[in-house]
Nanobody, 118 residues
Framework: QVQLVESGGGLVQPGGSLRLSCTAS????????MGWYRQAPGKERDLVARITRTFHNTNYAESVKGRFTISRDNAKNTVYLQMNSLKPEDTAVYYCNAERTGYRTDYWGQGTQVTVSS
């Protein structure tokens, strides 16, 4: 069992920055790739960014490329999402995700609210 705890969300003005953190605890060895998803009201939960465990290969949603950077520190069991040049369209609940080796179901955090507004 793995628990994911997110932090760093909040209210920020357009053009501002936030850094989200997600720390995993429990059966860490079961985790492979980790990522961030977001869900705005009335919309599906969509991938924002993903990073693999060993080689730190990354994937980004087209809407955040060049603005967001995902990174991870395996020693700290933590994944980060640096969000720059934030737009109102980035407003959503952001969820930390961890993929499990040998399983089709993932671990999920409880979510952290990011609101971009002037």
């Amino acid at each position: 069992q793995v628990q994911l705890v997110e932090s760093g969300g909040g209210l920020v003005q357009p053009g501002g920055s936030l850094r989200l953190s997600c720390t995993a605890s429990g059966s860490i060895a079961s985790i492979n790739a980790m990522g961030w998803y977001r869900q705005a009201p009335g919309k599906e939960r969509d991938l924002v960014a993903r990073i693999t465990r060993t080689f730190h290969n990354t994937n980004y949603a087209e809407s955040v490329k060049g603005r967001f950077t995902i990174s991870r520190d395996n020693a700290k069991n933590t994944v980060y999402l640096q969000m720059n040049s934030l737009k109102p369209e980035d407003t959503a609940v952001y969820y930390c995700n961890a993929e499990r080796t040998g399983y089709r179901t993932d671990y999920w955090g409880q979510g952290t609210q990011v609101t971009v507004s002037s």
